[in-house]
């Protein structure tokens, strides 16, 4: 299997690397629920990290992220980061590496242009719109720092429970998806949106763009779950009853098409981004190849 791997790099023009918790646990970062310890070992991180928890409890949610930092701070990228930035060294512009983690590892062993998709915990931003008054070289002091006329607090440039990921890194880490001949999911289940998304828009291409190649006997997800979680709702939330949720479904799964395409043109325009996932979908039937 590592020499079939390593053929398979060696042909692809275009290699996108998912990264998550995993990949740093050998430098001994802390996955994000195992970071309780101490005085945190009091609180859940998902009563921490929301913006809810941050306006009500400022002070309490940025000694938490401080701690973090110091904590992230100690540890050094390991021979994974290093392998990938030397890769990108050595073949520019081949790979492309999308991560989950926000410890900043993959940026500090060198690599170029890395698709955070949560952010980086190293940074901060704005609470809330900046106004013309807010300038990060004038803050008050304070934990956290605000600015010096408004208030507006500085956050970590992290996303939190309930947020949009960062539209700018998530298109482009669908794109590079899209188009890769070959992705690695390192230190990551993969199950979970948007790293599912990914994987889905890299698996609908192989499974009917690749010339040569035998499409799996699954249509691919459609391309509206490739690009971000739930934003179809033709696809994944309806609301029609059980009853006819299951029937589309094995109306799709008999057309080898996408249960949402099943629905009446009408019904798909009540989603705009429904009826764009029905209008762009090009899918095979079972067992073809295309």
């Not at 701690?67 to 290093?82: D, F, Y």
């Not at 081949?94 to 242009?113: E, K, M």
């Not at 539209?167 to 979970?192: I, P, Y």
């Not at 934003?231 to 939330?237: A, I, K, L």
Request: aromatic letters at 6%; hydrophobic letters at 40%; proline letters at 7%.
């Amino acid at each position: 299997m590592t020499e079939a791997v390593r053929g398979w790099l060696r042909a692809a023009r275009r290699i996108v690397l998912l990264s998550g918790a995993g990949m740093s646990a050998e430098s001994g970062v802390p996955t994000f629920r195992d970071a309780q310890t101490g005085l945190w070992a009091n609180f859940r991180p998902e009563d921490l990290a929301t913006e809810q928890a941050f306006r009500a409890r400022p002070s309490l949610v940025w000694e938490w992220y401080q701690s973090r930092r110091a904590t992230i701070a100690k540890v050094q990228p390991n021979a994974g980061h290093r392998a990938v930035a030397d890769f990108q060294r050595r073949h520019a512009g081949r790979l492309t590496v999308a991560t989950q983690n926000v410890d900043g590892l993959h940026q500090r062993a060198g690599s170029p242009d890395v698709l955070a998709l949560h952010g980086n915990i190293a940074d901060d931003r704005w609470l809330d719109a900046p106004r013309g008054c807010c300038d990060a070289a004038n803050l008050r002091d304070g934990a956290p720092p605000a600015c010096a006329v408004c208030g507006n607090l500085r956050r970590p440039a992290v996303v939190w429970f309930g947020e949009m990921l960062p539209v700018r890194e998530l298109e482009a880490a669908r794109e590079a998806a899209e188009r890769c001949d070959v992705m690695l999911v390192v230190g990551t289940s993969g199950v979970v949106y948007p790293a599912a998304g990914l994987r889905a828009a890299r698996a609908a291409r192989s499974s009917w763009s690749t010339p040569n190649r035998a499409s799996s006997t699954t249509p691919p997800m459609p391309w509206c779950a490739a690009s971000r979680p739930c934003c179809c709702r033709n696809c994944f939330r309806t609301r029609s009853s059980p009853s006819s949720r299951s029937r589309r479904r094995r109306r799709a799964a008999r057309a080898g098409a996408p249960w949402c395409a099943t629905r009446s043109a009408s019904s798909r325009r009540r989603w705009s981004v429904g009826a764009s996932c029905a209008g762009r979908s090009r899918w095979p039937s079972p067992g073809s190849s295309r």
